[in-house]
């Protein structure tokens, strides 16, 4: 059957006059070129494709590579703030009073203020009034309290300058902070 077929294409071609001929040898040149051509333009486009995504997973490599650098210094973070919560704060007043008098500072003038549980954590609340003192001492004082290992921070300073000089009367709000799970283990202990 193939071989009819052959034979009957090869009689249609014989019949056909010398320019229809060459006009069919040309068709057969540019369906053998495409024959060959068509695999090697496919592999060039996919080799292209191929690139482009390899410029992309590089481009996330680097993201995720810079990112890794943030991402371990947050989990840092993360584990200090982990560590600080894990120690809880002393009384208020003698945290104050010592940090104090490292600094030069006697504090005297004190007044809890109620505590009170948000978001899982015990707030603890001290208002300090310091009269008349120097701003540098009172700096290194809010430093400290700010620098300190424990879970503490200042919520509010006031600070009031009646007189010429370096006196100042000021009031800080102190806070620390604790888990409210850990308060109710150790009340029940």
Not at 46 to 75: F, I, P, Y
Request: aromatic share 4%; net charge positive.
């Amino acid at each position: 059957m193939t071989a009819d077929l052959i034979a009957s294409m090869r009689s249609a071609y014989e019949n056909l006059n010398d320019r229809e001929q060459k006009l069919v040898g040309l068709l057969g040149a540019v369906a053998l070129a495409l024959l060959v051509m068509l695999p090697v333009l496919l592999v060039l486009r996919s080799m292209g494709q191929l690139e482009e995504e390899n410029r992309q997973l590089a481009s996330v490599l680097r993201d995720l590579d810079r990112s890794r650098t943030h991402l371990e210094a947050q989990q840092a973070r993360a584990e200090a703030s982990k560590q600080r919560y894990a120690q809880s704060a002393p009384a208020l007043r003698q945290l104050v009073a010592t940090l104090g008098e490292e600094v030069g500072l006697q504090v005297r003038e004190t007044t809890p203020q109620p505590e009170r549980v948000s978001g899982g954590f015990k707030r603890r609340h001290l208002r300090v009034s310091l009269p008349r003192v120097g701003l540098r001492p009172s700096i290194e004082l809010m430093a400290h309290i700010d620098n300190s290992a424990y879970p503490v921070a200042l919520k509010r300073i006031q600070i009031e300058h009646f007189r010429s000089g370096d006196s100042y009367n000021m009031q800080l709000d102190v806070i620390s902070y604790e888990h409210a799970a850990d308060t109710a283990e150790s009340r029940n202990r």
